[in-house]
């Protein structure tokens, strides 16, 4: 019996300890409040959409003129009437791939061609199609790093209209 007795006042005592570690701990304000460490979401970047480069608005025209031309956004195009016409500019990307749409109007299929180098990828673009502004068929790049990067628009044959370049990220 003493036994018992002696465990009941050891439950007791500790129940007793328990009961005023609560009570302490209430008084001082609890137990000291374990929070995880927070963690930061990566930072996300939305695709940008598409960026429109109005071609009179590039830093650089080499023999080429700003002339109005109905159909063209804004009204205005760049006419390259020689053989060594160009039009330069540069733009911030992000690393990725890239849908390059140029568009322009050709007077006929011996006035149509110029070359556009984005992000030192060249292609010779045409229209489908003369007389009026349109979309030529889109090529894409591979953009190997963030920062800035070169557009250029550079005569093939002469007599063309180049109205604007649009940019869109595909990946």
Same mark, same amino acid.
């Given at each position: 019996m003493r036994t018992l007795s002696a465990w009941l006042v050891v439950f007791a005592a500790v129940g007793l300890l328990a009961g005023c570690k609560d009570i302490m701990d209430k008084i001082r304000g609890g137990p000291p409040e374990v929070k995880p460490p927070e963690v930061q979401p990566p930072e996300v970047k939305?695709?940008?959409?598409?960026?429109?480069l109005e071609v009179e608005a590039f830093t650089k025209l080499e023999e080429a003129q700003v002339k109005d031309l109905a159909?063209?956004?804004?009204?205005?195009a760049v006419f390259f009437d020689s053989e060594t016409s160009a039009a330069e500019t540069s733009v911030p990307l992000t690393k990725g791939t890239w849908e390059v749409t140029l568009?322009?109007?050709?007077?006929?299929?011996?006035?149509?061609? *110029?070359? =556009?180098?984005? @992000?030192? /990828?060249?292609?010779?673009?045409?229209?489908?199609?003369?007389?009026k502004v349109m979309a030529v068929e889109p090529f894409t790049v591979?953009?190997?790093?963030?920062?800035?990067?070169? *557009?250029? =628009?550079?005569? @093939?044959? /002469?007599?063309v209209y180049l109205d604007k370049v649009v940019?869109?990220?595909v990946k």
């Open positions: 939305p695709p940008p959409g598409e960026l429109v159909g063209a956004s804004g009204g205005k568009f322009m109007q050709g007077t006929d299929e011996d006035q149509d061609a *110029v070359y =556009l180098d984005v @992000a030192g /990828t060249e292609q010779r673009l045409f229209p489908q199609d003369y007389g591979e953009v190997a790093k963030d920062g800035a990067v070169k *557009v250029v =628009l550079m005569a @093939a044959e /002469t007599g940019l869109k990220k």
